[in-house]
């Protein structure tokens, strides 16, 4: 009975809080971006002429379908992270797309159509090698996959495997490659480095060896099948070596010697320090190869080659061609050549742009526009009409694919459209003459970090701004300068109906406000801003948070492909005429050395500041409150010899910063040895080391440090008992949660540590330690109280646990903080619960003044994002109801959290992926902006405590208004009816 | 100029201000999944099915996945809704069906090191309890997922139920009715109505609240205005 009078009391809670969306309010302010990331395979679905389908794979394990119409999504599996489901080859026959997944763990076959699996086969372990799909007659029924020591055929229908083989002398040779071409035999091609050619022929009917080739064929240069050969025409493997510079050729069916014709016979000339490039194609699987295969010479130097009895032939010579692909409608192929028009941008704008590093590649100049023009195969013939303008983003990368799909017109004549991919991991869909019909930017599908800044003010709210800011010069100018200050709103003012009538009149499809850098303006409640956005690829957006659409983008160039970042706003848009100030520090992980990055976050551009170059690797980069006279934040940077240097570094920095220095304290972590230590700043810009902790790295190891976010406000400083009276919260800005995991990995043995330290004195306030728990662990450090979430090995369930920090019923100093005079401890409350799903990320929502109350935003890995409410995260909640607990809206203690889907504040918008959660607050403080980011991103707006502070957007207007009218006509009638009744009152 | 983010520099110097600031400090992120990584280990197949009922399969088999154990191991959907999961070790695992439109509950199935399947249901709390599930997994669609708040809809039965509305109504329609009932004229009555008057107001002395209210505004705007300012109260007032 008391069960069920708790779970009563429970919905009832439940019900009380309860914060949800409304149906109406999809799409209202929140949006969502679906990424499949940088594209490893691409294939068009050519099966039916009018599909409209791409597939692609991608480095990211997603296999996806896209719309080329559009560049939506059809469909998209998202498979396992690393190298488990690392797409390994991608082939597509009719309706049906074969993967193999993770090494040649798994092959799969797609229905590409529906999006679902047709079969699922597990592969003999073994390294993958290569894969093809094998014809008999013009019918495509298996697939061939080679790993390093066995090939097997399996039947595309079912999966099924036919048969499979083990290789022959698998300790010498190195198996490559696998080649079929519809003549009921399978070729292996293997290579003993530096020695020869070994080629195995099965029978495709039942995995017999017809033929076996050893030791006769001497390729002493060879070391790469598949860098270096392919198989051209009627089966003849053609090689390139570049130390020779030479083609060697090689018939597969006859396997006698291989033949080597110089590429200087062919009046052919490789560039110096290139390895050549060849390039084939095979339309049908069931069929041979073309005889005609590009050569690539260069990096904007290819070579058209047709095979013709043996006998290699130069076709055309393409200079400058940047890319190259052969592309196949019916009975036609032809080759897409990408070349750039005269247009170039030297060398130097780049090196400009990052001047502290020397540009890697030295050919790293950009063609602000491209041409496509397409070629017939057979006779190297330019086709008439098919040249394509590709206009190239001056602030992207070079391209680096370039995939055709090519579609017979009504007259019989060839028309295509090109999807290029470039270094920046952009996906361009273009049509003839040069239409983009979509750009998918792939890189945003893995975002590292992000910050959101403020909209700049307009001209007017400037100008209105300014009115406060200047020194007053007499009653007189002020009273001028107030006149003409209204007289600018009123003008604004009139101009806004002016656009709202105007804009009134105009179909409803026709307005749309196009946000262009130039017309963002900061909105009233500051509701919209711009997402500043750092990719690993290392392009950087500015994203308008209201919209989605992309702003502006940078690529920068020259990032180590392993780079650690983090993002600092040094100025925000509130010092006009001074531009907003972004500064980003890349830094490689491997050597320690850093670069910094400083821009304009509102238009993306590079600032005129010169950053400083930085030749130590830096340990600890810490953004000050202090400000230079141009209000830019101050920097600081720690190097490896423990010296620091601050940037912007004038005289007033320096200066301002000595008289600081001995209230400047910063902590270093070391998680290989274990260590923490805190340091303390010098006048002359050294640091002293004042403590350090040593957690043992054989026992455990430090995974994670959290702060406390430093824009946060806590509005109460403490909690009304039911009492009345006040428990007041331990407030220590300085306080690092540091989460620590045992090495013993044992589930008996294995545990979780949380330890509270000071970060200015190293006095350790609390440690807990959870036994039979593993990670990965999650933690949010917020207010007074930290909470985690961790595996519990015991009971195979995750768990939750929050800490709250109490200084206890009176405050020992209620002005300020100081870490250095606090004596006592703080009262450490703690409760764990039972969460019945595995989280992927968790975040706490943040206001402008702390004033609403707190929900932790949980990414769950079913792509919902969970607000769970931090009033369940409490370690009061009391077992037994009492009337004081029920006095403070306690709810009372149940080990098992809910989710309820009501709470996704994504609805069915999943989130794939979610590798992080920004929270920032707006100008309302009932409002938390939310960005949920992994491989999709996810933007929207939360109400942890309802809007409390605007009328809702169901507010009934129609209601309030007729109410009133009803009363204003009633309260006439009723006074005509009294006096009415006075009258005849007094005629009585 | 203006300043917004003035910083209150007393403070810093007061409280030995340290900026919590934490970056290039590298810190690995967990082991990941510990368990799973044994070499050699026999590798099982987790196999069921999941039924939407009354939906075809093509529409939504392409949105789902099946979760064993949050993301540690991923199975797709086959066409007729079918799915397998290869290459799980023995252990005993949370098995989910995720789609963003339907309602799959999960099932916990446990693998000895011989391979030996079982599924039940999944208990958080008593996590040692068997309620038996059939294996292969049947899973069981539950309906779609409510993501949304009904909106409160204005209608006038909801106004009417309004426990405020009632307790308006409800003595005006006493006011209304009952001196229509009750013949007022009789003398016995009036005596009667009057001592119970004298019952609810328990010291006379004191002025009554709405003859004050009623004084007040007939005293500034005519006795006309007063008519609709206090309703419950006033016929009382006239009586006397």
New interface residues.
């Given amino acids: 009975m008391a069960k069920l009078i708790l779970l009563w009391l429970k919905c009832v809670v439940l019900w009380a809080i309860?914060e949800?969306?409304?149906?109406?309010q999809v799409g209202k302010f929140d949006w969502r971006q679906q990424y499949v990331g940088k594209v490893r395979f691409s294939h068009f679905d050519t099966h039916v002429q009018s599909s409209k389908k791409v597939l692609v794979a991608t480095e990211r394990n997603v296999f996806a379908a896209l719309n080329t119409r559009t560049g939506e999504l059809?469909?998209r599996?998202?498979?396992?992270?690393g190298s488990?489901?690392n797409i390994d080859a991608l082939l597509q026959h009719g309706q049906d797309a074969v993967l193999v997944v993770g090494n040649g763990?798994?092959l799969?076959s797609w229905?590409i159509n529906?999006?679902?699996?047709?079969?699922?086969v597990?592969l003999d372990s073994g390294s993958f090698q290569s894969a093809c799909l094998v014809g008999q007659q013009d019918m495509v029924k298996h697939v061939a996959v080679l790993k390093k020591t066995a090939i097997s055929v399996h039947y595309l229908s079912n999966g099924h495997q036919k048969w499979i083989e083990n290789l022959p002398e698998t300790e010498t040779v190195d198996y490559q490659a696998v080649y079929s071409d519809g003549n009921g035999e399978v070729y292996v091609l293997g290579v003993v480095p530096h020695s020869h050619i070994a080629i195995v022929v099965y029978s495709m009917e039942d995995g017999e060896i017809i033929k076996q080739v050893n030791m006769s064929v001497e390729a002493p240069w060879l070391y790469n099948i598949q860098a270096s050969c392919v198989v051209v025409g009627q089966g003849m493997l053609t090689c390139v070596d570049s130390a020779g510079v030479s083609f060697y050729m090689l018939d597969l069916h006859l396997q006698l010697q291989m033949t080597q014709v110089p590429l200087q016979s062919l009046a052919l000339e490789v560039d110096p320090g290139f390895h050549p490039v060849l390039l084939s194609h095979q339309p049908n699987p069931a069929r041979q190869p073309l005889s005609e295969f590009f050569l690539q010479l260069g990096p904007d130097h290819y070579q058209l080659l047709q095979l013709n009895n043996g006998q290699i032939a130069a076709m055309r010579d393409f200079k400058p061609a940047l890319l190259v692909s052969f592309a196949t409608t019916g009975e036609k192929t032809v080759a897409a050549v990408m070349s750039p028009k005269n247009k170039t941008v030297s060398k130097c704008e780049i090196e400009r742009s990052l001047p502290s590093r020397p540009v890697f590649s030295s050919r790293a100049f950009l063609h602000i526009a491209c041409s496509v023009n397409l070629f017939s195969a057979e006779t190297g013939r330019r086709l008439l009409d098919t040249t394509l303008i590709v206009n190239m983003d001056p602030n992207g990368g070079k391209p680096e694919k370039l995939y055709v799909q090519a579609f017979l017109k009504k007259d019989d004549s060839v028309g295509y459209r090109a999807m290029v991919q470039t270094e920046d991991h952009t996906l361009t869909f273009i049509q003839q003459p040069g239409r983009v019909m979509w750009t998918r930017e792939e890189a945003l599908s893995d975002v590292v970090t992000m910050e959101m800044v403020d909209l700049p003010l307009t001209g007017t709210q400037a100008e209105l701004?300014?009115e406060?800011?200047k020194k007053a010069d007499g009653l007189m100018s002020m009273v001028m300068k107030r006149l003409s200050s209204q007289l600018i709103l009123l003008q604004a003012w009139i101009g806004h109906l002016w656009k709202l009538f105007y804009d009134a009149r105009k179909p409803r499809s026709q307005v749309k406000n196009d946000v262009t850098i130039e017309n963002l303006s900061r909105d009233e409640f500051n509701l919209q801003k711009m997402m500043v956005m750092v990719t690993a690829s290392g392009k950087l957006f500015g994203i308008d948070s209201k919209t989605g659409g992309i702003l502006w983008r940078h690529y920068l160039h020259n990032v180590p492909p392993n780079a650690?970042f983090?993002l600092m706003v040094q100025r925000?848009t509130?010092?006009?005429p001074h531009p907003p100030q972004c500064t980003l520090?890349i830094?490689d992980?491997d050597t320690?050395l850093?670069t910094l990055h400083v821009f304009n976050p509102i238009f993306g551009k590079k600032s005129h500041v010169t950053p400083p170059a930085l030749p130590q690797p830096?340990?600890?980069?810490?953004?000050?409150?202090?400000?230079d006279q141009d209000?830019a934040k101050v920097l600081l940077l720690v190097d490896d010899q423990y010296k620091v240097s601050a940037f912007p570094s004038t005289k007033n920095v320096l200066q301002q910063l000595q008289e600081?220095a001995a209230?400047?304290?910063?902590?270093?972590?070391?998680?290989?040895q274990g260590r923490l230590s805190g340091y303390r700043l010098r006048t002359d810009l050294s640091t002293e080391q004042i403590w350090e902790v040593i957690i043992p790295p054989e026992v455990q190891?430090?995974?994670?440090?959290k702060?406390?976010r430093?824009n946060e406000h806590v509005h109460s400083q403490g909690r009304v008992m039911g009492d009345r009276s006040v428990l007041y919260k331990y407030l220590n800005?300085?306080l690092?949660a540091v989460v620590t995991?045992s090495t013993d990995?044992h589930?008996e043995r294995?545990f979780i540590g949380i330890l509270l330290i000071d970060?200015?004195t190293g006095r350790i306030i609390h440690e807990a330690i959870q036994r039979k728990a593993?990670?990965?662990?999650h933690v949010v450090h917020s207010e007074n109280w930290v909470v985690y979430e961790y595996w519990s090995t015991k009971?195979?369930?995750n768990e939750f646990s929050v800490i709250e920090l109490y200084e206890g019923m009176e405050l020992y100093n209620s002005t300020?903080?100081?870490?250095?005079d606090r004596p006592h401890a703080p009262q450490v409350l703690q409760q764990s619960y039972?969460f019945?799903?595995?989280i992927?990320t968790m975040e706490a929502t943040l206001t402008e003044k702390g004033i609403t109350s707190r929900h932790l935003l949980i990414g769950l890995?079913?792509?919902g994002i969970l607000s769970l409410p931090k009033m369940f995260l409490d370690p009061r909640r009391p077992e037994i109801v009492s009337e004081q607990s029920r006095e403070e809206n306690l709810i009372p203690y149940a080990?098992?959290l809910l989710i309820r889907?009501?709470w996704?504040i994504n609805?069915?918008?999943?989130v794939s992926?979610v590798r992080g959660i920004y929270t920032a607050p707006s100008g309302l403080e009932s409002t938390c902006l939310v960005v949920a980011y992994g491989l999709d991103i996810y933007q929207t707006r939360v109400y942890p405590s309802k809007q409390f502070d605007v009328l809702k957007d169901?507010y009934?207007y129609m209601?309030i208004s007729s109410v009133l009218f009803a009363l204003f006509f009633a309260?006439m009638i009723?006074?005509r009816l009294?006096?009415v009744k006075?009258l005849n009152r007094a005629w009585r | 100029?203006?300043?917004?983010?003035r910083?209150p520099l007393q403070?810093?110097?007061?409280?030995?201000?340290?900026?919590?600031?934490?970056?290039?400090?590298?810190?690995?992120?967990?082991?990941?999944a510990?368990?799973s990584t044994q070499p050699n280990g026999d590798?099982f197949?987790i196999e069921g099915r999941a039924i939407v009922p009354g939906i075809k399969?093509?529409d939504w088999?392409?949105?789902a996945?099946v979760?064993v154990?949050?993301?540690?191991?991923?199975g797709?959907?086959?066409?007729d809704g079918s799915?397998?999961v290869?290459?799980v070790p023995s252990g005993?695992y949370v098995v989910?069906v995720?789609t963003?439109?339907y309602?799959f509950e999960?099932v916990r199935v446990d693998i000895t090191t011989k391979g030996k399947m079982r599924a039940r249901l999944?208990n958080?709390?008593k996590?040692s309890e068997v309620i038996r599930q059939p294996y292969p997994l049947q899973i069981r669609a539950s309906g779609p997922?409510?993501?949304?708040?009904k909106?409160?809809t204005?209608g006038w039965t909801d106004f009417l139920m309004n426990p405020m509305v009632m307790m308006m109504v409800l003595p005006l329609l006493i006011i209304v009715l009952l001196p229509k009932v009750v013949n007022t004229n009789d003398p016995e009555m009036r005596k009667e109505m009057e001592q119970s008057m004298n019952m609810l107001n328990p010291n006379p002395e004191l002025p009554d609240v709405s003859e004050l209210m009623t004084k007040l505004f007939s005293g500034s705007k005519g006795?006309?205005?007063a008519?609709?300012s206090s309703k419950g109260t006033r016929p009382a007032a006239k009586r006397r």
């Fill in positions: 309860v949800a969306v409304f149906e109406d059809f469909w599996h998202v498979d396992k992270t488990e489901g763990r798994l799969r229905e529906v999006g679902g699996l047709n079969w699922e597990v701004e300014g406060f800011g650690a983090k925000t509130a010092h006009f520090l830094k992980k320690g850093g830096i340990l600890q980069s810490l953004m000050l409150p202090l400000m209000y600081m209230s400047i304290f910063f902590y270093l972590v070391d998680s290989s190891k430090i995974v994670s440090v702060g406390k430093p800005p300085n690092l995991e990995l589930q294995s970060g200015v593993r990670g990965p662990v009971s195979r369930r300020v903080f100081s870490s250095l039972i019945p799903s595995s992927s890995p079913s792509g080990p098992e889907t009501e996704f609805y069915n918008q999943t992926r169901d009934d209601l309260t009723s006074k009294a006096e006075l | 100029m203006l300043q917004r983010e910083i403070l810093i110097f007061l409280q030995a201000a340290l900026v919590v600031a934490w970056c290039f400090t590298d810190v690995e992120t967990g082991p990941g510990g368990v590798r197949k399969t093509q088999v392409s949105t996945r979760l154990e949050g993301e540690e191991y991923v797709f959907l086959r066409t799915f397998a290869n290459d005993s989910e995720v963003p439109t309602r999960p999944v958080y709390i996590t997922h409510s993501y949304f708040m909106r409160e204005w006795s006309s205005k008519g609709s």
